[in-house]
């Protein structure tokens, strides 16, 4: 008997994943609520099912890559903080591209460098200025005793003096991480809104700025689950930093996500 020609196909035809929608782009960023701070590490986890060796391998990559620079004196550390933005901007594209159901690439964590790469760059080199600005203030601070008790070789201090010393090289210590604060929250989008949008670096500053100030609470929620996992991952001879790392790096492309679309 001949078949219909006009028949429905038997054959089991797959159907297409459709990527999920993009939503609507919120230039400025939104406020998102304090349990999103959790919801984004626990989502990374579900993010990079089926891909966790290949994201394992990416995000090992781009540590030994730095790992390798730190080791040149003066120039690898500087030459660290130029590449990091083109690094980050990979793992934003290689996370875009798993998110729109296409698979992850080792290719993807240098993807930064084939577009944007005048403002990736710019991106350094500012980063670059905001770190000399920090350490310039540390050094000043530290300058006053501890500096010019070691540079002119004075003979052990008495005991009231080395608290003195102590609690200028605590204060040191607070200034600098009260700087780095505000920095961090300054560039922590930009590399995602660069390579995404196509953004100019300093408004991208002030935008990574505004939206991280708006969301305090869910990234504190994050710190403090991010610094218990920290603490677990660093028992084993930091092998639990193998899962940790990609996890909390994955957690912060979902971060952007919530932050910049509305479903």
């Given at each position: 008997?001949?078949?219909?020609?006009?028949?429905?196909?038997?054959?089991?035809?797959?159907?297409?994943?459709?990527?999920?929608?993009?939503?609507?782009?919120?230039?400025?960023?939104?406020?998102?609520?304090?349990?999103?701070?959790?919801?984004?590490?626990?989502?990374?986890?579900?993010?990079m099912e089926g891909q966790r060796l290949t994201f394992l391998g990416?995000?090992?990559?781009?540590?030994?890559?730095?790992?390798?620079?730190?080791?040149?004196?003066?120039?690898?550390?500087?030459?660290?903080?130029?590449?990091?933005?083109?690094?980050?901007?990979?793992?934003?594209?290689?996370?875009d591209a798993v998110r729109r159901g296409e698979a992850l690439e080792?290719?993807?964590?240098?993807?930064?460098f084939q577009r944007h790469t005048n403002k990736l760059l710019l991106l350094g080199v500012v980063t670059f200025a905001m770190y000399i600005?920090?350490?310039?203030?540390?050094?000043?601070?530290?300058?006053?005793?501890?500096?010019?008790?070691?540079?002119?070789?004075?003979p052990p201090p008495d005991d009231a003096l080395a608290a003195g010393m102590l609690m200028t090289l605590l204060l040191a210590v607070l200034v600098v991480l009260a700087l780095s604060v505000?920095?961090?929250?300054?560039?922590?989008?930009v590399p995602a809104l660069v390579v995404l949008h196509d953004a100019e670096v300093l408004p991208a500053l002030r935008t990574s700025f505004v939206?991280?100030?708006k969301n305090?609470?869910?990234?504190?929620?994050?710190?403090?689950?991010?610094?218990?996992l920290s603490i677990l991952a660093s028992l084993p001879l930091l092998l639990g930093w193998l899962v940790v790392g990609p996890l909390l790096g994955v957690s912060l492309y979902l971060s952007y996500r919530d932050i910049f679309y509305q479903a």
């Open positions: 008997m001949v078949d219909n020609p006009y028949a429905a196909p038997k054959t089991h035809v797959e159907d297409v994943t459709e990527p999920p929608p993009d939503g609507d782009f919120v230039p400025e960023g939104r406020g998102v609520p304090a349990g999103n701070g959790w919801k984004w590490i626990a989502d990374a986890w579900a993010f990416v995000f090992l990559l781009m540590w030994l890559v730095q790992l390798a620079l730190n080791f040149v004196p003066i120039i690898g550390p500087i030459a660290t903080t130029f590449l990091f933005p083109f690094l980050v901007g990979g793992i934003v594209l290689g996370c080792v290719g993807h964590l240098f993807a930064g600005v920090i350490a310039v203030v540390m050094i000043a601070i530290l300058g006053a005793t501890v500096g010019v008790a070691f540079l002119t070789g004075a505000p920095v961090t929250m300054a560039i922590l989008f939206a991280c100030l305090v609470m869910p990234f504190l929620v994050w710190g403090v689950v991010g610094f218990v």
